[in-house]
């Protein structure tokens, strides 16, 4: 079982950046594709970004090409996700995600945290 814990959420202006931390208890972490998601109110969880075990691959949704970037340290079992020129619409509850298999924007991944949530004011 693994354990995912976000933090790094909080109140920023438009224009301005986060960065996200997913910490993971598993110590096989490096053999796990990591995934954030984010939810909305009212709206269904969307994919936000992956990276495959190895970082070697990396997956945005097309919102935030450009803008987010992630990242892992396997040594430290941790997950990045800098937010960079936030806009009001990246306003949700973001959710980090593990998955055995392959790199996927899907929602099939084994391991869920329980969130973080990130406002962004206009």
């Known amino acids: 079982q693994v354990q995912l814990v976000e933090s790094g959420g909080g109140l920023v202006q438009a224009g301005g950046s986060l960065r996200l931390v997913c910490a993971a208890s598993e110590r096989t972490f490096s053999t796990y594709a990591m995934g954030w998601f984010r939810q909305a109110p009212g709206k269904e969880r969307e994919f936000v970004a992956a990276?495959?075990?190895?970082?070697?691959?990396?997956l945005y949704a097309d919102s935030v090409k450009g803008r987010f970037t992630i990242s892992r340290d396997n040594a430290k079992n941790t997950v990045y996700l800098q937010m960079n020129s936030l806009k009001p619409d990246d306003t949700a509850v973001y959710y980090c995600a593990a998955r055995r298999g392959a790199t996927t924007k899907d929602s099939r991944y084994d391991y869920w945290g329980q969130g973080t949530q990130v406002t962004v004011s206009s």
């Open positions: 990276v495959s075990r190895s970082a070697g691959t990396t």
